[in-house]
């Protein structure tokens, strides 16, 4: 039904018959009566209902009072840290689609937000998908043509996003022609991230030539400007091979041209409702780390700063200076695992720990999503406070991703003649698009269907 005023901009009803038949109620939920709504990861119930992005329908046939249909929403009142799990295909990178229209500014008005103010985003796109984030389906793509198909049974107009900027490092071939080539700039990677890029640690002999060579560089060089101070510099008490080994790695980074005196600076991404994407397919993990690092952390600075200024203005009634940085800024991170490891040294983890420990009070957002879940570090994982569980087959993962979810899990679920009351078992049989969403502030999960994209769906190539 939705909260649409005008029926014919309502949501068709979908599922009015549902094979799961979940034997525990749903103890508390924020249900609205009124058009049969459901809100996740608000806090406190408002009876104004703004700041809603759509999510989909709930799909299970609940005991007691039953949901079964009803319009699942998530406020984005507040900052989230959102966890999407699931094996390759389940529907996280759909998800991430999902949340990213959810939240952007759209071409067209849509009844997937409900009285939301278009925020800030960032995108970091491991498998360069996002990009068709700026188009409608296409009918002449065979998968887009489903899409299509999808959203006329759910009563959805196709659309695009109105402001979305794409980026890709040097040496990557561009797909649409529009994007931007962006470097690091050297100054920007300190000295554990440098550290964890040649894979030393910080007191290593490696990292301490890498340490010393970095304090004794001026405020701006490039990497060929640290390459001759390495090569040049006076280094007598430091093994030779140290040295070298520290001035091999580094020449290999000169040469993939990632990095340039005239580095990304995160502010230019900060306008209000631009949706950034890093397209990072064509870089090595490592890589798409260290970008994924420089960027967290430029944000947790730049905001972390933004809303102490506003905090103080606030408390002292004075007027805020405007620094044209919006309030709120969300990122995206496709198979997190690549970038924020579990176990081993990787250059983004600090930086995404400090991101979401900070988030709350900065207005950082973060959304992850992994078909790896016990692979990604659990100091960033601690933050979570909802989650979206798709299909999951190996034990380790569903344990890994069981253990994240904010809330209770689900006892038991009838399905075609069967009696589950194993959740692992239960997310065994979810099909694309089907999940178990999670959040502080209901009793516990709720099986929900996504809903369809209204922007096209990549994941290939233009033909
Ligand atoms: N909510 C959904 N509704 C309809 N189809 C979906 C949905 N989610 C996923 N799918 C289908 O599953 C495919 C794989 O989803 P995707 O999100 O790309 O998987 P992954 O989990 O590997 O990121 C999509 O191309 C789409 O066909
Ligand atoms: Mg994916």
């Known amino acids: 039904m939705s909260f649409a ?108 937000q409900n009285a939301i103010s278009p925020l800030c985003s960032i995108v970091i796109d491991t498998q360069s998908q996002f990009w068709t984030l ?20 759910w009563n959805i107009s196709p659309n695009s996003l109105a402001n979305c900027q794409l980026f890709i490092p040097h040496g990557t071939d561009p797909i649409t022609g529009d994007e931007h080539v962006f470097h690091l700039n050297p100054r920007q990677v300190t000295h554990e991230e440098w550290c964890a890029l040649i894979g030393q640690e910080v007191y290593s002999p490696q990292g301490h030539v890498l340490g010393r060579a970095l304090d004794e560089m001026q405020e701006s060089f490039s990497l060929e400007d640290l390459i001759q101070h390495l090569t040049t510099g006076e280094w007598e008490e430091i093994p030779e091979s140290s040295r070298n080994a520290v001035i091999y790695k580094l020449d290999g980074y000169r040469r993939t041209g990632l990095f340039s005196d005239q580095g990304l600076d995160v502010k230019d991404l900060l306008k209000p409702s631009q949706c950034s994407v890093f397209m990072l397919r064509g870089i090595r993990n490592e890589d798409k780390a260290l970008v994924t690092a420089v960027i967290a952390r430029q944000l947790s600075s730049l905001m972390g700063e933004h809303h102490k200024k506003l905090k103080m203005s606030q408390f ?10 919006p309030n709120k800024v969300w990122m995206f991170i496709d198979e997190a695992h690549v970038v924020a490891p579990s176990g081993h040294l990787s250059p983004a983890k600090d930086a995404l720990t400090d991101y979401v420990k900070r988030g709350r009070d900065a207005g950082l957002s973060l959304v992850m999503a992994t078909q790896q879940p016990s692979a990604v570090d659990d100091r960033i994982l601690s933050q979570v406070n909802l989650s979206m569980s798709h299909r999951l087959t190996f034990q380790a993962d569903i344990s890994a991703a069981t253990n994240r979810v904010p809330t209770k899990l689900l006892k038991g679920l009838k399905f075609s003649g069967k009696d589950l009351s194993d959740f692992g078992d239960m997310l065994r049989y979810l099909e694309a698009g089907e999940c178990f969403l999670g959040d502080h502030n209901t009793s516990r999960v709720v099986m929900t269907h996504v809903r369809p994209r209204v922007t096209s769906h990549g994941g290939y190539n233009p033909r």
């Open 5 to 112: 005023p005008k029926l014919t901009e309502r949501f068709a009803t979908v599922f009015d018959r549902s094979p799961y038949q979940s034997t525990d109620p749903i103890g508390k939920v924020q249900y609205v009566q009124k058009g049969n709504n459901v809100v996740f990861g608000r806090a406190l119930r408002d009876d104004d209902e703004d700041n809603l992005v759509y999510i989909g329908k709930i799909m299970e046939n609940t005991v007691g009072r039953n949901y079964l249909s009803a319009d699942a929403w998530m406020d984005i009142t507040f900052p989230h840290v959102i966890y999407i799990t699931g094996t390759r295909g389940s529907g996280k990178s759909f998800d991430l689609g999902v949340l990213i229209e959810g939240i952007s500014e759209l071409n067209d008005p849509s009844p997937i």
């Open 134 to 153: 700026k188009y409608k389906p296409n009918p002449r793509v065979p998968e887009n043509a489903t899409q299509l198909l999808d959203l006329q049974k």
């Open 316 to 325: 002292f009634d004075r007027e805020t200076e405007n620094d044209g940085l």
